[in-house]
C-alpha cells in the first residue's frame, strides 16, 4: 500500500482491463487479443498522448501528469466519479510535496460534535475516520451496532469487524455487497493518504487473516460511500432495513457522521423504537460512547 507507484500501475492496467474495443468505439479486428480490454496503444491514441507517455504513467510515474492528460485518461478508461477521483488522489500522493501523511484525528471529538450526536435522539449514530474506526456513538447508534462494538478488538472498526468476525455473516443481509464496498472505501482512503501508518496496518491485518479481503483487495475497486440503504438482522429486534447518509464534518478533516433512518410507518421504524426502549434500560447513562470506553 505504502507503494504509491504500484497502486497507479495496478488501478490503470485494472481499468484497462476493463474497457472493449467496442465499448470504446474502436473496430476490433480478428479473435486473438492477447490483452483483455484495451491495449497501452489504443488508450495513448484515444486520450491523445503518446505511446511512450502512457506506458510510463501506466508504469507508475503519474508525477508532474496534468490535469488535462488526467481527465483525458479518465475518460478513455470510463471512469466513474470515485475511480476518478482516486485517479487525481494517486497523482497528488505521487507528488514529492506530498510524501508526508496528512494529520488525522485523534480520538477525542470537540463537545459541539458530541452535542450534534446527541440530538439525534431517535437516530443512531456515529462518527467514524477514514480508516473506518468508530470514533463515537449515540445511545442507539451504539444499540444498532452493539454486535460491532461487543466484539473485543480494539478500537472499534467496521470492516475488521465485517472480515475477521464470523458473525458479520448473520448481522448484514446483504454482506457480500457490504464487505465489497468496505474494501473499496479502504483502496479509496488508501490513494488518498498512502502514508498513513494505522491504515498501512489495517490493510496488512485484514491481507493476513482473511481470504475474502484478499479478494476484494485483488480487484482494486474503488467507491464512494455516500447514501443508501442498509439491511440488518439485529439480535434484539430482527430485520431492520434503514436508510443511511454520510455527513462529511468540515470542521473535522477526516471524520464522518453516518446517521441511519427508517420510513415513516415501516416495521422498521417500530423496530427502531423497540432498539431505542432496549437501548434505555441494557445501555448505561450518557450517550456519545467512545471506543476507548468500551
Known sequence: MNDVREQVKDF??????????????????GGNRRVAGLRREEVAMLAGVSVD????????????ASESVLDAIASTLQLDEAEREHLFNLARASAPSRRASKKQPGGELRPAVRQMLDAFSEAPAWVRNDRHDVLAANRLGRALYSPVFDDPRRPVNTTRYIYLNPAARDFWVDFDRIAADAASMLRMEAGRNPHDPKLHQLIGELSTQSELFREMWAAKDVKFHRSGVKRLNHPVVGLL?????????????GLTMNVYTAAEGSPSADGLRMLASWAAT???AGVSLTHQQQ
Open 282 to 284: 441494557e445501555l448505561p
Open 241 to 253: 432495513e434503514l436508510n443511511f447518509e454520510s455527513l462529511p464534518l468540515p470542521s473535522e478533516p
Open 12 to 29: 490503470l492496467s485494472s481499468r484497462r482491463a476493463k474497457i472493449t474495443p467496442e465499448q470504446a468505439g474502436l473496430p476490433a479486428y
Open 53 to 64: 507517455y502512457y506506458v510510463r504513467l501506466e508504469r507508475g510515474n503519474l508525477s508532474g
